[in-house]
């Protein structure tokens, strides 16, 4: 594909220079469309990365636009304040009705604010409240946000660096399969806790992700999963699992702990909830935990009427049988398919392969690759991303609605990026 060179002049000059995404995709996207991004000239670009996992249903799904737009034609309320509203009733009834009667969850709704590391630091804060401790436990190659008490408990240096003071109150251990299952799982961290003399303080909480995203798709085992929450109980840890990127279906349930089996106390919600890539975030969590104070954690955008429309459609449209579970586990086997023949082809780039449902990554044994074939993806015309805490990963996060003729197309992009690159 022929790219002509882009005006990027005010985004170079005005914008910060902490401006992420945008290097990786040299262009100025103009409109979008299910799988598709357009940019003001005209290229077609295959969305393998779904606004970072927050556009599930794809870009402008004509479902979710209609309600939201009959919504503002009729002069809905638009701000985000903690008042009830008809949106707000409608998506607490559909998300009861929906996602939490069916699976026997007996989850409060929190409305936290507009982002994912809202819904983390309202999670840690009622853990801390309800246990009266301060130690949160999180786990190696974690991130749960970039605000001061999500980068606590995330584990890339250099996002934690940018915190800029002490982060405490948070404690790594080892995630699934970190030592190469050289010994038993939590052997190191039940030692701490039973041992006086550990130095860990009695964790109020033990945050984890079922699947790493950003810290490289590493994905937990569902035994690994059941005997954490074995753990938490046995040593009254509360149990939070962080599904803000894996959650709304990314690896098959609507819940990525639905597979294990597991009920954690507290769950953080966001990127797809909304279905539209609208601001939206929730903390769940047990009914006895709910000692909040009213109005002890708020603030101004904290439930996004438009999103709450767009959510109860999605849920509405998507998640009243199994038939986008099953869809999505069935697109997935076809990524897992294409991986392996790329990993298989070549076997001194590729360090391995993994993911559960339509998360997937690619590790490559020469680190700095994994960039190399995003870029020349680009230039093919697939948006894709990098994941791990040295962007060793490949990352596939297309939306759960793409086709199986897309997403053949952008797979046999991937294969030829890889040969073009290593």
């Not at 601001?279 to 969590?285: E, G, K, V």
Request: aromatic share 8%; hydrophobic share 40%.
């Amino acid at each position: 594909m022929t790219i002509t060179q882009p005006d990027l002049s005010v985004f170079e000059t005005l914008e910060s220079e902490v401006r992420g995404y945008c290097r990786g995709w040299p262009t100025i996207f103009d409109r979008a469309q299910g799988s598709h991004m357009y940019d003001e000239d005209g290229h077609t670009y295959l969305d393998f990365f779904a606004g970072a996992g927050s556009l599930n249903y794809g870009h402008n799904n004509p479902v979710l636009k209609r309600a939201l737009l009959d919504y503002l034609e009729r002069d809905g309320v638009t701000h985000g304040l903690d008042m009830s509203t008809v949106a707000k009733r409608a998506f607490l009834e559909t998300f009861q009705n929906v996602v939490l009667r069916p699976r026997d969850l007996p989850y409060k709704v929190m409305f936290p604010g507009p982002t994912g590391t809202n819904a983390v630091e309202a999670a840690l804060k009622l853990a801390r409240k309800v246990k009266g401790r301060e130690s949160i436990v999180s786990f190696t190659n974690a991130f749960h946000g970039m605000s001061l008490g999500s980068l606590a408990v995330t584990g890339n240096a250099f996002k934690r660096a940018g915190a800029g003071i002490p982060l405490v109150h948070g404690t790594p251990m080892p995630f699934d399969d970190y030592l190469g299952g050289q010994t038993p799982d939590f052997i190191w961290f039940e030692r701490l806790l039973e041992d006086a003399g550990s130095g860990l303080n009695q964790p109020a909480a033990v945050i984890v992700e079922t699947v790493q995203g950003e810290g490289g798709i590493n994905v937990a085992r569902a035994e690994w999963l059941r005997a954490l929450a074995d753990l938490c109980r046995r040593h009254d840890m509360l149990l939070i699992v962080d599904d803000i990127q894996m959650g709304c279906g990314r690896t098959g349930a609507f819940f990525s702990f639905e597979e294990a089996g597991i009920v954690p106390d507290i769950v953080t919600v966001s990127k797809s909830i909304s279905g539209y890539g609208l601001p939206m975030s929730l903390t769940l969590f047990k009914p006895e935990l709910d000692i909040w104070e009213p109005g002890e954690h708020n603030g101004t955008f904290r439930g996004n009427n438009p999103a709450f429309v767009t959510a109860t459609a999605a849920l509405e449209t998507y998640w009243t049988d199994d038939q986008m579970e099953k869809q999505t586990i069935s697109r997935g086997e076809q990524v897992e398919a294409t991986l392996k023949a790329i990993t298989k082809e070549h076997p001194d780039a590729v360090v391995e392969y993994r993911g559960r449902g339509l998360v997937w990554g690619l590790e490559m044994r020469d680190k700095p690759t994994a960039s190399k074939i995003a870029a020349r993806a680009f230039e093919l015309g697939l948006l894709i991303e990098t994941s791990g805490p040295e962007s060793e990963v490949v990352k596939l996060l297309p939306a759960l609605t793409i086709s199986p003729d897309e997403l053949d197309e952008g797979l046999r992009i991937l294969a030829r990026a890889v040969r073009d690159t290593v």
